[in-house]
């Protein structure tokens, strides 16, 4: 994969009067872990599912190997895995139905079994029978993290992949993420707990109500004030 | 792309690279239409089979309504054959709703639907997957109803007529899965999705509830579709309704 994968082009997005993305633009790499900041509200949820391309930009694109996503439809959603907020499965079904219904959308053989293998690996083998409404947060957060992986995505989109995991999880999720993207793969997550997502990251994006205000590696971040800015312990600029 | 960690060879390893094979072997292959439908179809009755619930509330609300309008009229044959296309077709409209607004919930809990629209498959096959469910639940629950109706109103039908009446309910019914698959898209994706359901599908139906009324009263009481042009109005609505629909699904659902 070329570098600049993944290019944000003037990306603005408004839900009706209130402009959540403000003209960002930026060229992630491929082989690159990226590491998302920034406060509630600042539109880390917004630009994941723009990247997704669950929502389209009000303007600017999205740009994957320099084509537009939006003309690239189910050929750019096979490249991704995406993890978000919502769980975006069947609270009705069980674990092992999502997965393997999951798993025969995106093309993948024998589904069933590699749906089990993926409830294994997770931790999940126990409860692939229950329904997922049953499930715990942690648990349905593991489940969702299998979804994302199931397919072998060339892209991860991660946002706050940590959230509701125990120490077990997290630090298998940390396992799965460092096996899964090879040195072509590109990984960008958000976190609330910056020293978590700087464990597999190399480099951060910080967005400010909708402007991405800085980017760099961790020596930048640590330079830029960022976490003061982050627990409101600073009101400088960064640029 | 998956890789292959440098030391050990565990099992998580081995899942995660059986993954990338598999991403490698169907590498940008986009899923088809059909495909997509299929996958859509069977989950949805894996669901049903599993909690049966929409198929119990549908087959429950027949079963009141028929009691009630049986109790409620005290008809001779004849006139039981000219009133029953009517309750009929009624009972159907309100059993349609009681079985969109379900789907509806299924779909909304855990916000599916955002799932099925990240999927690598034509947004066109999650609609006509809708449909298809849809339409089959819609289908069972008139096999309870219809010899229901027939029972408690003492009606007695020919073969024919038995035959020509399945047409009309399964031309009807594909009207009233079409119209109500879509508009159930666009209330799990508006905020007043459930106003716009109803201001939407009660008049989008009208003509197929006039086409299907009209034409199972005239089966019923000639045992033939009449030569005039309900049958034509009934499969052009069913017709239009699709094209335009299904054209339409992805921009509805987008955002």
Redesign the interface.
């Given at each position: 994969m070329a570098k600049g994968a993944l290019e944000l082009k003037n990306v603005s997005k408004a839900i009706g009067s209130r402009r959540i993305l403000k003209d960002v633009s930026f060229s992630f790499e491929s082989g690159r872990r990226y590491l998302l900041l920034g406060a509630n509200g600042s539109g880390k949820t917004t630009l994941f599912k723009v990247m997704?391309?669950?929502?389209?930009p009000t303007s600017g694109a999205v740009y994957y190997k320099h084509l537009n996503i939006a003309d690239l439809?189910?050929?750019y959603?096979?490249?991704?895995g995406?993890l978000?907020h919502?769980?975006?499965?069947?609270?009705?079904?069980t674990g092992l139905?999502n997965l393997a219904?999951?798993a025969?959308?995106?093309?993948?053989?024998q589904p069933h079994t590699?749906a089990l293998?993926?409830l294994?690996?997770l931790g999940l083998r126990f409860f692939a029978h229950e329904k997922?409404?049953s499930y715990s947060r942690g648990m349905k957060q593991r489940l969702a993290i299998a979804?994302a992986?199931?397919?072998?995505?060339?892209i991860l989109l991660l946002d706050e992949p940590f959230a509701g995991l125990d120490l077990r999880g997290t630090s298998l999720l940390m396992?799965?993420i460092?096996?899964?993207?090879?040195?072509?793969?590109l990984l960008i997550l958000s976190s609330h707990d910056p020293e978590l997502g700087w464990q597999v990251a190399d480099e951060f994006l910080y967005l400010e109500r909708g402007v991405l205000l800085s980017h760099g590696d961790r020596a930048r971040y640590a330079e830029k004030t960022i976490e003061q800015r982050l627990t409101g312990a600073a009101d400088v600029g960064v640029c | 792309?998956?890789?292959r960690?440098s030391s050990s060879d565990s099992?998580?390893?081995r899942?995660?690279e059986?993954?990338?094979?598999?991403?490698?072997?169907?590498?940008?292959?986009?899923?088809g239409l059909l495909a997509?439908a299929w996958?859509i179809l069977?989950?949805d009755l894996?669901?049903e089979l599993?909690?049966r619930e929409t198929l119990v509330v549908l087959t429950v609300f027949s079963l009141v309504v028929v009691f009630i309008f049986s109790f409620a009229f005290d008809l001779a044959e004849a006139e039981a054959k000219r009133l029953l296309p009517g309750l009929l077709w009624m009972t159907i409209l309100f059993a349609s709703v009681l079985g969109f607004s379900k789907s509806m919930a299924?779909e909304r809990?855990?916000?599916?639907l955002?799932?099925?629209?990240?999927?690598?498959?034509?947004k066109e096959a999650i609609f006509l997957g809708k449909v298809m469910s849809s339409l089959l639940f819609l289908l069972a629950s008139e096999l309870v109803l219809l010899p229901l109706f027939f029972a408690f109103f003492s009606i007695k039908a020919s073969f024919t007529q038995m035959g020509l009446l399945v047409l009309v309910l399964l031309l009807g019914s594909v009207g009233l899965a079409v119209v109500g698959s879509f508009l159930a898209a666009i209330c799990q994706v508006s905020r007043q999705g459930e106003i716009l359901f109803s201001l939407g599908y009660f008049p989008l139906v009208i003509p197929i509830l006039i086409a299907g009324t009209t034409l199972s009263k005239s089966v019923l009481e000639t045992s033939q579709i009449p030569p005039g042009p309900w049958l034509n109005v009934l499969i052009a609505f069913d017709l239009i309704y699709a094209v335009v629909c299904l054209w339409v699904f992805e921009y509805v659902v987008?955002?």
């Open positions: 997704a391309g669950l929502w389209r439809n189910g050929a959603s096979q490249e991704i995406f978000s919502e769980l975006g499965m069947y609270e009705e079904l139905q219904f999951f025969e959308l995106y093309g993948v053989r590699r293998e993926f294994e690996l997922v409404k979804k992986l199931l397919h072998g995505p060339k396992e799965l460092r096996w899964a993207l090879s040195s072509e793969g | 792309m998956l890789k960690p099992p998580a390893q899942t995660l059986s993954a990338n094979a598999d991403a490698a072997r169907i590498s940008l292959a986009q899923r997509g996958a069977k989950k894996a669901y599993q909690n299924f809990r855990g916000d599916a955002s799932g099925l629209l990240l999927a690598p498959i034509p987008e955002d």
